[in-house]
């Protein structure tokens, strides 16, 4: 598994964290389960904000829906309430539904009163399509599988043909999750956002590298019909008007990529913070909130923008060889990297 | 089962379709599946919104959440795309994932190229917490229910404690799914719009007839915690954006009742045109299609509210004795209607 | 000048604050400059939301688009940034840009920094059309009225015929300026929300009154081509989400009234929170700010949805009659109410 | 006058139409006004979308607001009804209400039934802050210069420190008026979409060239507090729901230029298609129109990204010296091209 840096490619001008991933985010885990054979090649992975009763200590979230050709679970809610009460997870497009079955009993099995005591949970999952590379029709996620990503969920990072980014595609290359973060000093103390991504997304030949080159794949040009998630992390106090701004960011991360948000690319972008939880059964009529000062939003915007392009880059740069469904295959960034840096395009912009 | 005008409630001015119903707007259909044992009362309905292929010639839908404290699936793509390309499945809270994964197979099961030589399919399931009749956490409803109420439909609608609606409360009284319906005429040719509501919002007291009684169901009042699907029909040529703005009258309708739109409560609109279908494999770059013009809008919108408010007051009217989890019921509307017309509460307003 | 009370029309349950006016919440006020000639019938009104430095110490603040026929100014900003930095006014329709310059030279002559050595200022104006009572083609308003109204601002509103309401129709009769509040308690100390509305909306012969009654104003009913503008204060502990929620339920006390936002109208809300205010130039990197518990906010709610229901009737009720344009006139709903209570409509809904 | 193109510097794939202009879609005219004296350098652009009477036949228009921090007038009209029924102005923060009013003269000197037979007129006004070279406080723009800049109006775009741009700076240069075009064949027929460019966003060093160069102005960062107003033109069939789709592309063509839509800059797109023009008075009450099919979206997503990229590198290219307000200046991207292309800085991304 290789990361962009390696490749010396490091998109931006914040530092990065310890791990250069969502993980840095104190608490935030993430976990993957991978299902490969010979058609399918698809997966779950993990998101897991925050350790303990996510339900009674829910997360401030918001959403930013890029492009809206997704079919993702729970975004209408955390739009409206500002909260995240469940881990994220994310699959393929088919998945969504098994994924938010297993979220709701995991949920239960935490919080017995939920549905009965107490209102219901919202489980939140998004989803791309790797149809390309695995037999979507097979439905293959169980609720197990949901579980055990889960249960896997730690703070090291796989990237790439890994759990729910296993048969993605990105700019014609292998896609995959992939992970990066920036951190940032507020008042003396240091702060960190990550993002994860899982990278489906973009038109073959318009990807574009930061120092301006353009990675041909050398394969017959598709309509894009990906999709990209970002998920966002960070200890930053924000409320949730902030936090949409922040998200709305990721898309310029993607954008710088050469990507357009295509017609049939479902483009959607979820974060938290951890700070400012919100109980589910608040002890007074009042809370305090801390806020971050509007005049230093530019550093979280950029943050945004610098993590979600590493990320995406990452998730590249990480991917291995899948043969999926009817042999389909896709190239491996971190080849032409390695082999093909003096070719690219013949007209570099 | 009662309807409203049987009592005298006729809501609004304008006249109402042969049906008074959603199935007026032709091609229109509504089946029910009912689950109904001690600890379970809950169900499935389906709208199916035209015969034949819908995903390869879908409808031109939209979307209004007026308050997003809900699960349901698929409204961000309806909302992107401006398209429908299920049908439309109604369940309780933790029913949205099962009767998504309903969808997605029968969806392949007329087209089996989706996901494999097209793309996937966007599933629309909206949803109300039926938890205080019904047991939520036992996840009763299975994908042979939602199959069942897709094979079941037809044009007549039945209403009150039935499919989905089979455990719904609404303003205290017994709640579940109504329906109802106005016409328009549009130079001279007729045109109809019609509402079916899934209705479990409304505190208990809040309830104002259109003659100014409050009928009081003399329980304990509860913080509103319930919430409203609407699905709105129509022929009338409308566009994406006129369609959109049709859904938010919606609400108005909702408001005449005596409800707010409480924090707890999902009250949702998912509204879709007969006319101007979107095919998926288009013949040619450009198609034609036919908009109302915006000056004669009044009257799509005053039908939205009207159809609205008189199939919420259809479903309590039709409302019948469900005795819940715990041996919990509700009282219903057409008692009070009958036996305490001059009771109400001592203040008219 | 006559109150809705006053004709036993108090809607809904909620307490009123001892003025019932939107000045009910602690420093906020309202001022009028009133224009009246034989062509010329309308005015200015300005609402201080808090003595001082706004720029300096901006409020919290969000709107609500119900319908976005209208052309006010400054929404954006505020929508964006969640914050409210001048008086606001309200006028007629070609009176918006001349406030917003007025409101710029206000601004600049509290704060010569502004545009200059700090950022610029967003005025606040929004506006409805008095065209049938009054030339607007003159654009009679001029800069100096718009500063008259801010210098007239206190704390006793006159409502009815007067400042911007001088040229209002409202549901077939004379329109105008309205004012109503309501008392919330939180953790045992008390609150309020007022409510101000321009009310300009409804056709004639849909209103409702509280008690099923249907006011006839017996005039040639027209398109509803009007708008109604609510702005809405309160000195609850709302963050900029809840606030914009809170903003959305004064579109229920509109349509409990019979309107259903048509197609012409155009139909704003604009709220305020005197609490959590935001510095133009904060001293630290983060903030602390108060948020009422989501549990408490059906309180809120139902407080903006009854504070406007009233505020509107207060405008109607007060109204008094004027001669305009071509010497068209309307007829008084406080006529109505005293002389018509027997007749109404024939058909009570 | 520079372009971009002349410094070997055209991003994108796709052809760009004649004149690389707005004024490649027919009928669309651009004239500027520039005032220009010691302390005061600002101006007016105004976009005349289309020959004739715009009131009685309207554009459909959509508006995309990338960040909301800006004062632009009567966008939330465009976003409800989906119409533009004036020219646009561009201008600085405080000509909004000036301009405003001269659009609404304008508009009544062609159409005198506007306000008085029929219904009002909603001015379009979009603004950048030109406060550094400017003294924005004077409000120096008039009435007659926006009348003026109507007037002015042509099929050559004079490009760089000119009319709304005279005072413009961009990523730490000097910014202004930019413009670019790309051709869409669909069906056989040519089609054109342009964009032009209001360029005042970016702070000093974070511009990046489609080469992956980064000119450094050498100036000290500030942080980003400008603006950027992005209007798109186009005469492709698209309704409202995808000219706001593609209205969000101008946000990627941003982005690929080192931007991250910074908290102070007003980021706005407002777009147009001179296809399905909308009557004032419609004839029917149902009307044709031209929809192109989703499949060829991506083709009009590149273009508003490729031409919006383009536009603002020709609007630094094109900038001319300006000696501002206490002195200041900005240095010319063209400089830096010409001499500096060796330098950069020093670690190349």
Aim: proline share 5%; hydrophobic share 40%; with cysteine.
């Amino acid at each position: 598994m290789s990361r962009s840096r390696e490749f010396g490619i490091a998109p931006g001008i914040m530092p990065a964290g310890p791990r250069n991933a969502i993980t840095d985010v104190p608490g935030v885990k993430v976990g993957h389960v991978t299902l490969s054979s010979r058609d399918i090649n698809t997966g779950v992975t993990a998101i897991i904000p925050q350790p303990g009763d996510l339900f009674g200590d829910k997360l401030t979230a918001a959403v930013e829906v890029i492009n809206g050709f997704g079919k993702s679970a729970g975004l209408v809610q955390v739009a409206e309430l500002g909260t995240l009460e469940t881990p994220i997870l994310l699959t393929n497009t088919f998945g969504v539904g098994t994924c938010s079955n297993a979220l709701i009993r995991w949920a239960i099995s935490q919080r017995p009163d939920i549905g009965r005591e107490t209102s219901t949970v919202n489980p939140v999952v998004c989803e791309c399509n790797d149809g390309v590379l695995s037999d979507i029709q097979a439905m293959a996620v169980t609720e197990q599988d949901a579980m055990r990503a889960i249960e896997a969920a730690g703070q090291d990072v796989v990237e790439g043909s890994v759990g729910a980014g296993t048969g993605m595609i990105a700019f014609g290359f292998k896609g995959g999750i992939g992970t990066a973060s920036r951190q940032i000093l507020l008042q003396g103390s240091a702060h960190v956002l990550g993002a994860l991504v899982l990278a489906n997304f973009g038109k073959a030949g318009d990807l574009v590298l930061p120092d301006g080159r353009r990675p041909d794949p050398r394969i017959m040009a598709e309509a894009e019909k990906g999709s990209i998630i970002v998920v966002l992390a960070t200890d930053l106090p924000l409320d949730h008007r902030q936090l949409a701004r922040v998200c709305r960011r990721a898309g310029a991360g993607i954008a710088r990529l050469g990507a357009f948000y295509g017609n049939g690319s479902g483009d959607i972008v979820l974060g938290f913070t951890t700070c400012n939880r919100v109980p589910h059964h608040p002890q007074a009529d009042v809370c305090q909130l801390e806020r971050m000062a509007d005049k230093r939003m530019d550093d979280a915007f950029r943050a945004a923008c610098e993590a979600t392009q590493e990320a995406i880059l990452n998730a590249m740069c990480a991917a291995t060889a899948v043969e999926g469904r009817n042999g389909a295959t896709r190239p491996l960034l971190s080849d032409w990297l390695r082999d093909g840096q003096n070719t690219g395009t013949s007209e570099p912009f």
